[in-house]
């Protein structure tokens, strides 16, 4: 079993190669408090280096899966003094650090799954953005609702972008409003939608079972290729990417995988749910 | 109410902070001329520092948007004399001062709303990429023409690209093909389709009434986020969100909002439409 | 006709402007061997310079567009020996030269169409990523199915994001899954889908006619803007696009185009297929 650190915010539950991590603050609708942030960046850290656990499954107590920022601590900020020497607003250094974090979740090596239901509003649909891949519950509720407020959703519009490109980001940003499950799939932000409670934990299982097919240090290293192809020159990527290939081809995973093929046997590392 | 340029080849018309921008060339469809664009660069640049405008509505008299550029033109440019002393040609000029256009139509910081009928064509279907949330009857004729006029949708092509991603920019530039509201849907061109000039108004109404609950600093600021994510380091983009955030968290709009949510009442400056 | 150069693991059939390429190893399911993708780099190269071949259509023999990698020369890489004296693996060095083959298949001047049937899998389903055009049978089966076989898509894997997005590329990328023709058309992966056999060739028919009715050069020029606007600063694109275009519009397709269309008439380059 993985070295998980204590969280109290956050229900751990490893089973096998998975992971399901749930934000347990159903009374704040899993609103996003400092306490969920620090510990959702704890456990992945934790598990960095771990290739036990290849498949991370977050979800939110009590049917709803985030329902945001924390308004009560925006009202507890702009009462706070600002700093008049020079020095960095706080409430900016507080900000950029939920970035840091939104960088740290979309880049876990691990393969990250969203089940998305209730709502997913603000910094709860960034959490959205970073997953690899995004169930929900056709009534799921979204909005990109930070503009009503007077702010700007600061750290997760890049995310937002990367995720339903800047035509859909631009609708979502600049009009705050409210969307469902079926209007997610169109947009880009979710990859299959569920009619109820059964069909999303059918569709979790099958999504589980095909990653589960997957070698979990090659999808290591394919998540990273994908990432660094959005931000670094082709031929680096490129060239990076052959000497990976190498490797992994090389390495047990690849010599298993190839082998399993040509004798049409299962590799020893998939892993099935009944 | 705002200070505006004299037009003639565009109708203004303010109503609140809504500025409702007609192409009023209906006896050209609506094409390009230099009038058109001047005029409209114009516009952008008289309220580029009004908050008071918070939404421009862009659409074309006689119930067309814009049969795009104005091809008796081109005719003219070919038979005038290429240059022979190594300068510019006066053709490359002119069209690349269309190009410095789209970026600021693309980019002003009000929030820039699309209602398109009839056709958008080459230059039109240009305008329609820059728009922050495009609203299209189903019955509109869509083309990316230029092609088959033996010419490049020069300046408009990046702007293709970005509004429906490369995959879909291949098509569309490379078989001109025409297509209409719903394929322009499913290519992501457009949010929006109505099946008749009601069900346009009435889609408009409701957009009009979701951006009417945003702030419009928050907004200009998260529009402006949203751009240079596409083109900036992402740690940059983060930073300045951050210090953005700060600024409008402290500022009226931040204080106004959050203590709305709070006391569960509207903010002072939500208008709305009846 | 074209200069082509003889190949025996592709057939190549000149028809007026275009040139059809078809995968002819029906017996290992049209899997790209080194020979493969030779063939097809050298038909490239042959026609850079051509503008009298317009369209490339790539297809498969036999009712399979291409069942990926050949997965028993992935059996004889990792028994081969690893250098030892630092230099770098054959094994990187072999998969990198098929990335540079992507770059110049993505990239080619030509118009490229593809016709999707049967299976596209691993590299298969890259080839699909470079193409302009992608029309597939309802039924084809598609996968992204490297990291079952515990290697990454290496060299494919950008072309996936570019082509889907990142955030449809982490699906299919992290899960392997098969997925069919109308999931393709969902995705992004493709452009069209046809039923059946029938509907495949009629829905070609249309895509030669509209592409048919396009100038040869404007095309070539275009499709080198459109890609150069995914990684060079907009306003150097914008600068190239308005030079490109003046040399167009002053050129011999330019003032063909623009006199046809002032007298309704159809351009002298323009190609039918009853």
Same mark, same amino acid.
Not at 131 to 138: G, K
Not at 209 to 217: H, R, T, V
């Given at each position: 079993?993985?070295?998980?650190?204590?969280?109290?915010?956050?229900?751990?539950?490893?089973?096998?190669?998975?992971?399901?991590?749930?934000?347990?603050?159903?009374?704040?609708?899993?609103?996003?408090? $400092?306490?969920?942030?620090?510990? @959702?960046?704890? =456990? /992945?850290?934790?598990? %960095?280096?771990?290739? *036990?656990?290849?498949? #991370?499954?977050?979800?939110?107590?009590?049917?709803?899966?985030?329902?945001?920022?924390?308004?009560?601590?925006?009202?507890?900020?702009?009462?706070?003094?600002?700093?008049?020497?020079?020095?960095?607003?706080?409430?900016?250094?507080?900000?950029?650090?939920?970035?840091?974090?939104?960088?740290?979740? $979309?880049?876990?090596?691990?393969? @990250?799954?969203? =089940? /998305?239901?209730?709502? %997913?509003?603000?910094? *709860?649909?960034?959490? #959205?953005?970073?997953?690899?891949?995004?169930?929900?519950?056709?009534?799921?509720?979204?909005?990109?609702?930070?503009?009503?407020?007077?702010?700007?959703?600061?750290?997760?519009?890049?995310?937002?972008?990367?995720?339903?490109?800047?035509?859909?980001?631009?609708?979502?940003?600049?009009?705050?409003?409210?969307?469902?499950?079926?209007?997610?799939?169109?947009?880009?932000?979710?990859?299959?939608?569920?009619?109820?409670?059964?069909?999303?934990?059918?569709?979790?299982?099958?999504?589980?079972?095909?990653?589960?097919?997957?070698?979990?240090?090659?999808?290591?290293?394919?998540?990273?290729?994908?990432?660094?192809?959005?931000?670094?020159?082709?031929?680096?990527?490129?060239?990076?990417?052959?000497?990976?290939?190498?490797?992994?081809?090389?390495?047990?995973?690849?010599?298993?995988?190839?082998?399993?093929?040509?004798?049409?046997?299962?590799?020893?590392?998939?892993?099935?749910?009944?």
């Amino acid at each position: 079993m993985a070295n998980l650190p204590e969280c109290s915010a956050l229900l751990l539950d490893q089973q096998g190669s998975r992971l399901y991590v749930t934000i347990n603050r159903p009374e704040a609708r899993n609103a996003l408090s $400092n306490e969920v942030v620090d510990e @959702l960046s704890a =456990v /992945i850290d934790a598990i %960095a280096d771990d290739r *036990g656990i290849r498949t #991370v499954i977050l979800r939110g107590a009590g049917g709803t899966f985030c329902a945001g920022g924390d308004i009560k601590s925006f009202q507890e900020s702009f009462q706070s003094t600002a700093p008049t020497d020079g020095s960095r607003d706080p409430i900016a250094i507080n900000n950029n650090r939920f970035g840091e974090f939104m960088i740290k979740l $979309n880049s876990m090596p691990q393969t @990250l799954v969203g =089940v /998305i239901e209730g709502a %997913a509003f603000g910094g *709860g649909l960034g959490l #959205v953005c970073a997953t690899d891949i995004a169930i929900c519950a056709a009534g799921t509720k979204f909005a990109l609702s930070e503009t009503g407020l007077g702010i700007p959703p600061a750290q997760i519009a890049p995310f937002v972008v990367q995720r339903v490109g800047i035509t859909n980001a631009r609708l979502l940003a600049l009009s705050g409003a409210r969307f469902n499950g079926p209007r997610a799939l169109e947009l880009g932000l979710v990859h299959f939608i569920a009619d109820d409670a059964d069909g999303l934990e059918a569709t979790l299982k099958r999504v589980l079972n095909d990653i589960g097919k997957c070698a979990p240090g090659a999808n290591a290293e394919t998540k990273r290729i994908l990432l660094d192809s959005q931000r670094k020159p082709l031929d680096e990527v490129l060239a990076d990417a052959a000497d990976t290939f190498a490797r992994q081809l090389r390495g047990p995973e690849g010599q298993a995988g190839v082998m399993a093929f040509l004798q049409k046997q299962p590799a020893a590392w998939v892993e099935t749910i009944e």
